[in-house]
C-alpha cells in the first residue's frame, strides 16, 4: 500500500521555473526522503529529512516537512531540462530495524527549453 | 566504486515459468532491499536481506522469495509467473540497512510475463 501521495500527479514547466511538488503520508515517521527517476530506471536518493526537522536545503533543492499536517514538500529551483524525471517522497519504515521504503506514486516533472 | 548491478536488464517469460533475479550490491554494503514498480500499484517493497537474513517483508504472495549470499549478493525468485508481475524490479543496497542511510539503486530489471 502506498504512504505518500504526490500532488501534482505531473508538472510542466519552463527551464528557470521553480517546480513545487507536495507529498502527504499517513502514518507517523522518523525520516522522509525524496528520490528521482529517470524515464524508468533507477531511483537516485536526492535528500532525507528527519522528523524534528522542519527544512533542508541541498544545491537547488529545499525539501521541508510539516508533521503536523503528515505533508512534506519538494520545491527545486531554477529548473532545468536535466530536472526532467519523476519524483517519489519515501518513508522510512520508522521504530522497526531495516530500510523499507514505502514510496508514493510520484509526480512526473517535465522542464522544457 | 562500482554501482548496484542487476542482471539481467530485460526478460520475457511466459506464464507459469519461474524467473531468478540477481543484484549485486555496492562492496562492503549489507543490506540489499528489493521493489517491485508498475504503472497501476506504483513502487512497492518486496523484501529485504541483511546478513543473509529476511529481515523485512512486504505484502507479496509467496511466490516471490529471495535470499542473500555471503558476499550479500541477492537473488529474488518468481515461481508460477502471473501477467500481473510483468514489472521493473528494482533491488537497492544501502551499508548497514539503517533506516535513515542513503539507500542505492540499481537499473532495475525489466521482466515482462506474456
Known amino acids: 500500500s502506498q504512504q505518500g501521495e504526490e500532488d501534482p500527479q505531473a508538472l510542466s514547466i519552463q527551464e528557470g521555473e521553480n517546480a513545487t511538488m507536495n507529498c502527504s503520508y499517513k502514518?507517523?515517521?522518523?525520516?522522509l526522503q525524496w528520490y528521482r527517476q529517470n524515464s524508468g530506471r533507477g531511483l537516485v536518493h536526492l535528500i532525507l529529512?528527519?522528523?524534528?526537522?522542519r527544512e533542508k536545503h541541498s544545491g537547488r533543492l529545499r525539501v521541508t516537512l510539516d508533521t503536523s499536517k503528515k505533508s512534506s514538500s519538494l520545491l527545486i529551483t531554477a529548473s532545468r531540462a536535466a530536472d526532467t524525471a519523476s519524483y517519489f517522497c519515501a518513508t522510512g519504515p520508522g521504530t522497526q530495524a531495516g530500510t523499507a521504503l514505502i514510496f508514493g506514486k510520484g509526480t512526473t516533472l517535465s522542464v522544457s527549453s | 566504486k562500482a554501482g548496484v548491478t542487476q542482471t539481467p536488464r530485460y526478460l520475457i517469460k511466459t506464464r507459469g515459468q519461474q524467473v531468478t533475479l540477481s543484484c549485486s550490491p555496492i562492496s562492503g554494503h549489507r543490506s540489499v532491499s528489493w521493489y517491485q514498480q508498475t504503472p497501476g500499484q506504483g513502487l512497492q517493497f518486496l523484501f529485504e536481506?541483511?546478513?543473509?537474513?529476511?529481515?523485512n517483508k512486504g505484502n507479496f504472495p509467496g511466490r516471490f522469495s529471495g535470499r542473500q549470499f555471503s558476499n550479500s549478493r541477492s537473488e529474488m525468485n518468481v515461481s508460477t509467473l502471473e501477467l500481473g508481475d510483468s514489472a521493473l524490479y528494482l533491488c537497492a543496497s544501502s551499508l548497514g540497512g539503517s533506516g535513515e542511510e542513503t539507500q542505492y539503486f540499481g537499473p532495475g530489471t525489466r521482466l515482462l510475463v506474456l
Open positions: 536481506y541483511f546478513s543473509e537474513t529476511q529481515r
Open positions: 529529512i528527519r522528523s524534528n526537522e
Open positions: 502514518t507517523s515517521i522518523n525520516n
